[in-house]
């Protein structure tokens, strides 16, 4: 049973349309990532957070994407303006910081279909 | 990505058999972890490692932080076993961002 909740399981938007999916991370982990992996199984990591802060994102994501981890609400991952090659499993998975050896843990994801 | 080569990209197991997938890492990495993933999509933690060996009934996993490298092998393969396996390695210091593998295609034979 995980204990990353991911909402919602699916997502199907049309092209051009914002896509907004949120994420509670493991209780009391303070850095969240966010993943996606295509239909071909590949996995790019997107962006990560300590707290409220962002502590590293690719280019997409600082184009395209709106993200944040409010602190008492969940975090949230959202396409600013949808394209067909967004359509994707977007994984988001918590941690403790670096160095305890403890595995992050990882949501179900949301997987998102743009049409 | 580029920094982890995984492999075989697939395998075919009879029933009762075993084999060993592999991944190895172009720079040195801090831990490693191995998923399976399900029916659902969903990747199932099988183990995190940062040295040594871990082992959980027909599954046993090694990682060499120094040599590059994670294996996983099955033993006494069932059905139940066919699916995608992944292994992540953990950047030893890019914020522990997971670095995934291409995958490995199981299927188990009868």
């Known amino acids: 049973n995980s204990k990353v909740i991911q909402t919602p399981r699916y997502l199907v938007k049309g092209q051009g349309q914002k896509a907004k999916m949120r994420c509670i991370p493991e209780?009391?982990?303070?850095?969240v990532f966010w993943y996606q992996q295509n239909k071909n199984n590949e996995f790019k990591f997107l962006i990560n957070?300590?707290?409220?802060?962002?502590?590293?994102q690719i280019d997409m994501t600082e184009k395209r994407f709106s993200a944040e981890c409010p602190s008492n609400s969940p975090c949230s991952l959202e396409i600013q303006s949808s394209e067909a090659g967004d359509s994707a499993l977007y994984l988001c998975?918590?941690?403790?910081?670096?160095?305890?050896?403890?595995?992050?843990?990882f949501g179900e994801g949301t997987r998102l279909s743009v049409l | 990505g580029d920094q982890v080569e995984q492999s075989p990209s697939a395998l075919s197991l009879h029933e009762g058999t075993g084999s060993a997938l592999r991944c190895n890492f172009t720079?040195?990495?801090?831990?490693v972890q191995w998923f399976r993933k399900n029916s659902r999509g969903s990747l199932i933690n099988l183990f995190y490692?940062?040295?040594g060996t871990k082992e959980n009934g027909r599954l046993k996993s090694a990682f060499d932080s120094k040599e590059r490298y994670s294996t996983l092998h099955i033993r006494d393969a069932q059905l139940e076993d066919s699916g995608t396996y992944f292994c992540?390695?953990?950047?030893?210091?890019?914020?522990?961002?997971?670095?995934f593998g291409s995958g490995t295609k199981l299927t188990v034979e009868p």
């Open positions: 490692l940062a040295s």
């Open positions: 957070f300590q707290n409220q802060e962002v502590l590293q």
């Open positions: 992540a390695a953990e950047a030893m210091s890019n914020y522990n961002v997971l670095y």
């Open positions: 209780k009391g982990h303070p850095v």
């Open positions: 720079t040195t990495m801090r831990a």
């Open positions: 998975a918590s941690s403790w910081t670096g160095g305890n050896n403890q595995a992050p843990l």
